[in-house]
């Protein structure tokens, strides 16, 4: 921890400086606070100084707390993100195996990258009349989605059954510009 106090006597400005290292032997957590003060009493200053410096320790063991509480919430995070993928890269095979389909089951990483837990999975599977339906998986979802993949499969190919042109069915981000019709027809 360091304390810094400048006082320029002439303008009678000062200016403080604090930084703290708190978690540095597990990770960087460092606070750091620089401001200017107008008329600054040395006195009442140095006095302020001293009261945070007693109660400093009892800071630092709650910020400590905090800090190895949210190491562990990363931690069952992490955790939890690896169990959904293993189910996904295990549920979703032997479904599919069982199917008739062909398919896919590929995974999509964080910024493009290829290690660590996949964010999500994209579930392709091939349709009559060479068509491919893709289903996102993730592992905040992943649980609803599978026991309803075959369902879906089959509405959507009944769909296409009756449909006498082709159609793709996509998701639409919120940039998309729309024009709402009337009823009149």
Known sequence: MGIKLSVNLATGIGHI?????IGLSRGDYVHMISEDIHDVDISASLEDLRGFLEKYPEYEKQAEAIIEEKRTEEIKQKKLAEMASKSIET???QMMAQSGY???LESEYKYFGTGGTPER????IKTKKHKMIEIPLNKNNFAEKIP???NVVKQIE???DQTPFAVNIVNYGPGTRWI???NEM
């Open 148 to 150: 309803e993949i075959l």
């Open 17 to 21: 400086f604090f930084r703290s290292k």
């Open 121 to 124: 999975y994209i579930l392709r």
């Open 102 to 104: 062909e398919w896919n």
């Open 158 to 160: 009944q769909l296409l």
């Open 91 to 93: 549920i979703v095979p």
């Open 180 to 182: 709402k019709g009337t």
